[in-house]
């Protein structure tokens, strides 16, 4: 068995995000409340009558239900889980060993949103 290189760099490691709400405390408060205490967000139609139609004073709802890939067609919704995941990266890893670094991760809906976040996270020369 050889001995690993003092002083290389692995470019390809892959911390794993345990699970979705793991990222809620990244969000701004907005993007927090996106999912019911308990269920799945749109399970109920008082919550979606309380939280939407009565508090807004909606005329009329058009239900586009979401189940998984048609997430990433929201472009801010995608604009907000990249912040997440990159500010969770930087805190719940990069924060706690010196040796890490981080991939930028972006919304690849929006040049412009790509753009932001890389610039946001290049401020932080672990990225």
């Not at 709400?21 to 409340?33: A, E, H, R, V």
């Not at 048609?70 to 924060?95: I, Y």
Request: hydrophobic residues 35%; glycine residues 8%; proline residues 7%.
């Amino acid at each position: 068995m050889t001995s690993p290189i003092a002083g290389g760099v692995d470019c390809d490691l892959h911390p794993a995000v345990p699970h979705l709400t793991s990222l809620l405390p990244y969000m701004n408060d907005y993007w927090q409340d996106w999912r019911p205490g308990q269920g799945k967000p749109g399970e109920s139609l008082p919550d979606m009558q309380k939280q939407a139609l009565d508090k807004f004073g909606v005329a009329y709802g058009i239900c586009n239900p979401l189940y998984g890939v048609q997430m990433v067609f929201s472009e801010d919704m995608q604009d907000a889980f990249c912040r997440a995941l990159n500010d969770w990266l930087a805190k719940e890893w990069l924060d706690k060993d010196a040796r890490l670094r981080g991939s930028i991760v972006i919304p690849t809906q929006s040049v412009e949103k790509s753009v932001a976040e890389i610039e946001r996270c290049a401020k932080d020369k672990r990225f």
